[in-house]
């Protein structure tokens, strides 16, 4: 009897971390990749824009790629993609939305001849060995869709970004018949995002916003509102200009994602409103305060965001009064909170009206709590389960949940970054990882910034810089000229309370250049020779540590 192979599960991104989601899924001679999305930079990424996937692995087997598919239009799905693209020319399959998001990057990024292929809920795509089936699901951005994917051993579900919403917005229901149907199929492999698992019950409706907005609408029927969202989620910017449309307040867009996102969803028709609505906000002066709604980004007190720029009295074109009432829609993201409690807090002190998350419910998650989880592993009944998009907490929770509803131990896994889980019909197991992690993209710049980089960065925001000018004559053996010290973000030369520190400096330096052989001259050995000197100096005289760079001319 013929040895079944087994389909290799590859692990690029989304597991053990919040973003960059990437899956690539394996057997034989084909390969499909399930999402290519970025993350943000972290706090000890100094100068980073975003950063994105490593894809070593996709580059060694190129040849073997047949599609990328896409299940939503968030970053953390799909931010990746013009660099994927610019690697790999391969056919790309999402929702029309979700490919209108890809569009506009793309444009950004210069990238052209793109194959981008529209799909819909229980379309049907034949991938070499992989047959996919998309299935529409709710979350927090339309367009949304879980991918199963029969292979040659089985049915693999992976979810995607998801919430069970039995009242949407968008009046299309998660298609929660066909997943039973396919689990009455048998899946072989479930792979279920975790992102809600430590939150018991259900994830509230999105209705629920629509009708909290409405009411503030309503007793703010005076005053100026400015609502900031984020800019992705379609239905929620959908509610806002209908309830504003019903309230006969002109809208202003501020902020280019928001009205990108507004564009592109009126584009491909996730949206619907009418033209005479918008007012430019360069034309808003005049305008009385209640016939007004101001629409900005900033949910995550982002320094540039519109939002943020109001807060501080740095955006010329909204001015925050006591007639402001301002929301905002959005649940600060962990990390971001110090961030955002400071934006509330300035609004308030320009004497703003602020409401938000804590004291109104304005804001619903996008994302399956424990009960919808529950919901989705009883309607699939998978023999193996892979936990996925979620810190490493979030793994081990969601596994833990498989285990409670009655899965066998062996047959869950928890993975990491550049695992390989082998899966046959009868056992999961993990294989050798591959090359995996992070590539910062710095600009135009991809994978050029390191930890080098990184380090020097840091040093640098921490410390500041010396910069010792000095001139030898490598004939006399002598220092010709300087030393001069130069400092950014030290100390301040031009403060005389320094002066003696700088003398001794010159001191020092001087000093290193005396066990200098100009015989043999080199003047990498004199450089190191005064950074060592220096740093030791400055280590014991003040303990602080600066970046030393000698800049040596020699005639």
């Given amino acids: 009897m013929k040895k079944s192979k087994s389909l290799k599960v590859v692990f690029l991104g989304g597991v053990g971390e919040i973003g960059k989601n990437m899956t690539a899924f394996e057997y034989g001679d084909e390969i499909i990749i399930v999402d290519a999305g970025l993350a943000f930079p ?8 975003l950063v994105i996937p490593d894809f070593t692995y996709l580059k060694q087997n190129k040849e073997k790629i047949k599609a990328l598919i896409l299940t939503h239009g968030h970053e953390d799905h799909i931010g990746a993609v013009p660099y994927l693209l610019q690697e790999f020319k391969i056919p790309v399959y999402g929702t029309k939305l979700t490919l209108g998001m890809v569009e506009h990057k793309l444009l950004e990024r210069e990238v052209k001849d793109a194959e981008l292929i529209p799909i819909s809920n229980r379309s049907v795509v034949k991938l070499g060995k992989f047959v996919c089936e998309f299935v529409h699901v709710s979350h927090s951005v339309a367009g949304s869709v879980a991918v199963s994917i029969t292979t040659p051993i089985g049915i693999v579900f992976v979810t995607g970004d998801f919430k069970i919403d039995y009242t949407p917005l968008g009046g299309e229901i998660m298609d929660l018949n066909r997943i039973a149907e396919i689990g009455r199929k048998g899946v072989l492999l479930l792979l279920c995002e975790s992102t809600n698992v430590e939150r018991e019950g ?4 999105e209705t629920v916003v629509a009708q909290s907005l409405d009411r503030i609408f309503l007793e703010a029927q005076d005053r100026r509102i400015i609502l900031a969202t984020f800019a992705s989620n379609v239905d929620r910017l959908q509610q806002i200009l209908d309830i504003a449309t019903k309230y006969k307040r002109k809208v202003a867009i501020s902020g280019r994602s928001m009205l990108n996102s507004i564009e592109i969803a009126k584009k491909v028709g996730a949206i619907n409103y009418s033209e005479k609505i918008l007012v430019d906000i360069d034309k808003i002066g005049d305008m009385p305060d209640k016939n007004l709604l101001i629409l900005s980004t900033g949910t995550q007190g982002e320094p540039m965001s519109a939002l943020t720029r109001m807060s501080t009295g740095g955006f010329n074109k909204v001015k925050i009064g006591a007639n402001d009432t301002i929301i905002i829609s959005g649940s600060p993201i962990p990390g971001n909170e110090k961030d955002v409690y400071t934006v509330i807090n300035n609004l308030y002190r320009l004497g703003a009206q602020v409401i938000y998350d804590k004291i109104a419910a304005i804001h619903v998650s996008g994302h399956a709590c424990r009960e919808e989880l529950k919901l989705i592993h009883t309607l699939l009944k998978p023999k193996f389960f892979i936990p996925v998009h979620g810190e490493y907490r979030h793994l081990k929770q969601h596994a833990d949940l498989a285990f409670m509803l009655g899965m066998d131990y062996d047959n869950v896994i928890v ?27 710095d600009g135009l710049g991809v994978g050029d910034v390191g930890n080098i980089v990184l380090r020097d960065r840091l040093e640098l925001s921490e410390e500041g810089i010396l910069l010792i000018v000095l001139g030898l004559d490598r004939t006399a053996g002598k220092v010709v000229y300087g030393p001069e010290i130069i400092s ?6 031009g403060d005389e309370t320094n002066f003696a520190l700088i003398e001794e400096l010159c001191t020092v330096v001087t000093n290193a250049l005396k066990n200098i052989d100009f015989k043999s001259f080199s003047l990498n050995q004199s450089k190191v020779a005064i950074v060592k000197a220096v740093r030791g100096y400055l280590a014991k005289r003040i303990k602080r540590r600066p970046m030393v760079l000698p800049i040596i001319y020699v005639n």
């Fill in 415 to 441: 993975p990491d970054i550049g695992n390989v889980i082998n899966v046959a019909p009868h056992k999961m197991s993990k294989g050798a990882d591959v090359k995996s992690g992070e590539v910062l993209v």
């Fill in 202 to 205: 259900y994830t509230m409706s």
């Fill in 488 to 493: 950014r973000g030290f100390i301040y030369t």
């Fill in 42 to 49: 972290t706090a000890d990424m100094p100068g980073v824009d």
